[in-house]
């Protein structure tokens, strides 16, 4: 299992990623899907153009967040299993907190994968359901969610989205998703960011959680961030 290190922002970590997948090859444009596109990071090299395609479920708050994108070509809103996209179409994936929200998740990420050539990477961010606020989130009742959001979360942050969190959105999951696929982690972090940040009274339910479960589900965190890379040539089944 690849060590895990602090992160002060994924944008950089990313970044640097990017600039080290386009260092010494001929590339031009970087064709990206952006699956989970309510949350707007668009990603900006310098020389480098960058084509976005967005992906994600018709919810009302995606949809009114996607349409409100100008960094996006096109976007394709609907079920994740059987959105059309183009087999090997895209150099990079940036997966941003989609997999905690969606039933089906490995489903929905490995049809993901069948649209990333061969060598791309995964930019991927999600909410770890092992942490304190991915077991607060995925236990507080749909209602309540609804009816504290806006007090809870900076302006402007589309939501409440579902709270699924099936076994994929953990470290564990993910590293045996990989394993099985033949794709390679090349970094595997941890961040505090969103609601458990953004105001007090979350932060101060999470470090509460966090007690009660005697740090099972720790507090130190409620984000993995990661970089994964789809070899050029390897053994796996489905991609």
Do not use: N
């Not at 995606?62 to 959105?83: H, N, Q, T």
């Not at 092992?130 to 979360?153: C, Q």
């Not at 339910?205 to 130190?220: D, E, I, M, N």
């Amino acid at each position: 299992m690849s060590e895990v290190r602090s992160v002060a922002r994924s944008g950089d970590l990313f970044e640097q990623r990017l600039r080290e997948h386009c260092a010494g090859q001929p590339i031009r444009r970087l064709d990206v899907l952006v699956a989970g596109c309510a949350h707007g990071e668009p990603l900006v090299l310098d020389h480098i153009e960058t084509r976005a395609t967005g992906a994600d479920e018709d919810l009302p708050a995606v949809r009114k967040v996607v349409e409100e994108r100008a960094d996006l070509v096109s976007y394709s809103l609907g079920d994740l299993r059987s959105v059309p996209l183009p087999p090997r179409g895209f150099d990079v994936i940036q997966l941003s907190f989609l997999l905690e929200r969606v039933r089906h998740a490995e489903l929905v990420f490995d049809r993901l994968l069948q649209a990333l050539r061969p060598g791309g990477l995964v930019l991927l961010r999600v909410r770890d359901r092992r942490s304190a606020y991915g077991l607060l989130d995925r236990l507080t009742p749909g209602w309540l969610r609804r009816l504290l959001w806006r007090a809870l979360v900076l302006p402007g942050t589309p939501g409440p989205l579902p709270a699924v969190y099936e076994p994929l959105a953990s470290s564990d999951g993910l590293h045996a998703f990989c394993l099985s696929r033949g794709l390679m982690i090349t970094d595997d972090e941890r961040a505090t960011s969103g609601p458990a940040r953004a105001r007090r009274p979350v932060a101060a339910l999470v470090s509460l959680v966090s007690k009660l479960t005697s740090g099972r589900f720790p507090a130190s965190h409620d984000e993995i961030t990661m970089v994964i890379r789809k070899p050029q040539h390897h053994f796996a089944r489905l991609i």
